[in-house]
């Protein structure tokens, strides 16, 4: 059974920089690639009364056509589908380079489902059943970070004797190249971003995230371990530490 909780009177607002030169309104384009027509019913409506511009595509194969021909600012992508699941989508929009956010759909409730989906270049993940207010939320915070990142400026950050490129997305160590997941690699961007700076459990969460697990899992735990057997896999010193009750920080002292 579908929860949808539909709230008939959501108060859309309106960004003076979100109109074009000619004072039209660019409203933000969402693609949903589900095969259920029940939900891709409720989102168009839903999210088309918040203002957005909604395209839908109801398989992978079709989904991911669309991405090419519609440009979409965010990706709404259900994991079980036919043929073509939603797994396999984010992993070929990865793998050809696009960076648009994704937000996964899925029925399946165990960390390693989300986990994989993340592994796999997704930016987020809702568990059916879920709240339409819920989905705009996770929807609002993926255009923010896409908005914040589209005004970042630097393209390569340094610390100690890691490098991390932002254009082409590599990450090296004392000149090892580092292979790393696409949600490590923003984690440890926010890190050098903020060297020995203590940073919160909830502020991961909101940057990398888009909102707080607080509770709900140990995702981010499972992330920091990963991250910090990739950087130390070649005897390089412990950077990313933990400040018990505080949260964690990058610093080259132990």
Not at 8 to 28: E, S
Not at 190 to 204: A, T
Not at 239 to 248: D, F, K, M, P
Request: glycine fraction near 8%; include cysteine; aromatic fraction near 6%.
């Amino acid at each position: 059974m579908l929860l949808l909780d539909v709230k008939p009177y959501i108060h859309a607002t309106i960004d003076l920089n979100d109109l074009d030169n000619g004072g039209c309104l660019m409203r933000p384009n969402i693609l949903i690639i589900d095969d259920d027509e029940k939900i891709i019913s409720m989102l168009r409506r839903g999210l088309a009364f918040e203002g957005y511009d909604v395209k839908t595509a109801s398989n992978g194969a079709d989904g991911l056509r669309a991405v090419l021909t519609s440009d979409p600012d965010v990706v709404v992508l259900d994991v079980m589908m036919p043929q073509v699941d939603g797994f396999e989508v984010c992993r070929r929009l990865r793998e050809g380079g696009s960076s648009v956010p994704v937000l996964m759909l899925t029925a399946k409730d165990e960390i390693e489902h989300r986990v994989k989906g993340l592994d796999l270049g997704a930016d987020d993940y809702l568990v059916k059943p879920f709240a339409l207010e819920e989905l705009l939320a996770r929807v609002r915070a993926l255009l923010r970070r896409k908005s914040e990142q589209g005004g970042n400026p630097d393209q390569s950050v340094s610390y100690e004797d890691i490098t991390l490129d932002v254009d082409s997305r590599e990450v090296t160590r004392a000149g090892k190249r580092l292979e790393l997941t696409a949600k490590e690699f923003e984690l440890l961007h926010l890190f050098m971003q903020n060297p020995k700076r203590v940073l919160s459990r909830d502020l991961i969460m909101d940057k990398i995230w888009g909102y707080d697990y607080s509770g709900e899992s140990n995702v981010l735990e499972v992330y920091i371990a990963m991250l910090r057997q990739k950087t130390e896999e070649h005897g390089g010193k412990r950077l990313i530490q933990t400040i018990r009750g505080a949260g964690y920080i990058l610093r080259g002292d132990n």
